[in-house]
């Protein structure tokens, strides 16, 4: 089976339908890690598009807070006003969907995999690194596990040896558009990155491609239409400094 795994498309409708697009034909079924909403200006859309599929969904700490399961105290100042403004323009069913969305890690098709927002152990906290990777990968009940949150595409491996390291067993620096093999034995936490608001310094959309018969992943990006989504976001109070950031993809 083929899956489109995306996460944090934070309400940018033109980026996740550019996704869609460029991944059509090539997936059987979506998994979602979470952050739907917040920071864009097209939140009910977006849920639309993810209901509509039917993906496979954890939520993120913005769709917590946007549907009223926890309050704003750990954002910032721009996500506060972003998350104030969208608590106002989601409609009360696509916020009975956020507050239905579960909490991760979800197993997928047996305990073959999982999906999370942030890690494992805990929906909020960021992993950037492989000392921040390595419970994750050590406690996790699957082998392979996807999260998001951090806006930043990669991947982390524990090898049978016990060493964590970035990336893919012996895979020096991230290579998009083909497929790379997991290897049995070990295990591994990926990130798609973020298909509304990448931080990787690449502003193009993000999104990973996951065989599970072959297990084997590969990383995409694809170009969307930043400047109508800025032109919507002129149109809402959200803050200018989350406009301007979307072009420089941080
Ligand atoms: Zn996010």
Redesign the pocket.
Known sequence: MRFLVI??L?ASLEATEAVFHAADGAYDQILCC??LV??GPSPNEVIEQIAARQALCVR???DKVACDIDDASLFNEQAQQAITWTRMALTPEHKRFLQELPQGPILVDGNRYQLA?GSVLNEDEYVYSPEEAYDSLNDSAAPITFV????VCGAFSLRKNGFVQAGIDDMEKLQFDVWISLAGGSRYLINPG?V??PRDGDPRAAYVLFDSDDCAVMFKRVEYDIQKVQEKMRATPLPGYLIRRLEFGE
Do not use: E, F
């Open positions: 996460s944090d934070h979470g952050d917040g920071y993120g700490n913005h927002h998001g949150h951090t806006h973020s509304g608001q």
